[in-house]
T-cell receptor, first 111, second 116 residues
């Protein structure tokens, strides 16, 4: 089976840095996405990693270690609007992009 | 990214009835996907819809319960048949698009379904 784990909930304060971890054990791997999902809305794409290392994109960065089955999403200079759920999704190694989603992490940013 | 719309945005249905959800994309796409997101949970893939062929269903999902149509490269429908309260969920379609030379999945706004 496929197993993708994330912490259920995290809290942080405005202006701080938070790291959301994702560990995975899947039968295939062709990359990993991070999505942000505000309550009542669709997931929106944040980042993609397929090679080991850090991908930086403004306030958000994502890291991948394929040998460890581990990724994290780093959010800097937190803003209230960053309060949302963050989903990691593994791209399974099929001919098309089959995604298996993690359990999701609900982040609450307080003033 | 493409503009993806879904109809209806929400519905309240009686058990035993069926609801067809539409997904429209403003550009031609090969692959479309249907997901379910049950309350407080993450997304689960129901099936993959490729134009011109039968949909491919994931374990735990069957065509009789969730028939899918894919008549062209910009449109798909998912029907939730013979509904029960356990089918209350958000149903999302997604499409695979090339973004900066990387295939990325983008999601529609979702359809919130409540079955009484």
């Amino acid at each position: 089976g496929q197993n993708i784990d994330q912490p259920t909930e995290m809290t942080a304060t405005e202006g701080a840095i938070v790291q959301i971890n994702c560990t995975y054990q899947t039968s295939g791997f062709n990359g990993l996405f991070w999505y942000q999902q505000h309550a009542g809305e669709a997931p929106t794409f944040l980042s993609y990693n397929v090679l080991d290392g850090l991908e930086e994109k403004g306030r958000f960065s994502s890291f991948l270690s394929r040998s460890k089955g581990y990724s994290y999403l780093l959010l800097k200079e937190l803003q209230m609007k960053d309060s949302a759920s963050y989903l990691c999704a593994v791209i399974m190694n099929t001919g098309f992009q089959k995604l298996v989603f993690g359990t999701g992490t609900r982040l609450l940013v307080s003033p | 990214s493409a503009v993806i719309s879904q109809k209806p945005s929400r519905d309240i249905c009686q058990r035993g009835t069926s609801l067809t959800i539409q997904c429209q994309v403003d550009s031609q796409v090969t692959m479309m996907f249907w997901y379910r997101q049950q309350p407080g949970q993450s997304l689960t893939l129901i099936a993959t819809a490729n134009q011109g062929s039968e949909a491919t269903y994931e374990s735990g999902f069957v065509i009789d319960k969730f028939p899918i149509s894919r008549p062209n490269l910009t449109f798909s429908t998912l029907t939730v048949s013979n509904m029960s309260p356990e089918d209350s969920s958000i149903y999302l379609c997604s499409v695979e698009l090339d973004r900066d030379h990387q295939e990325t999945q983008y999601f529609g706004p979702g359809t919130r379904l409540l079955v009484l």
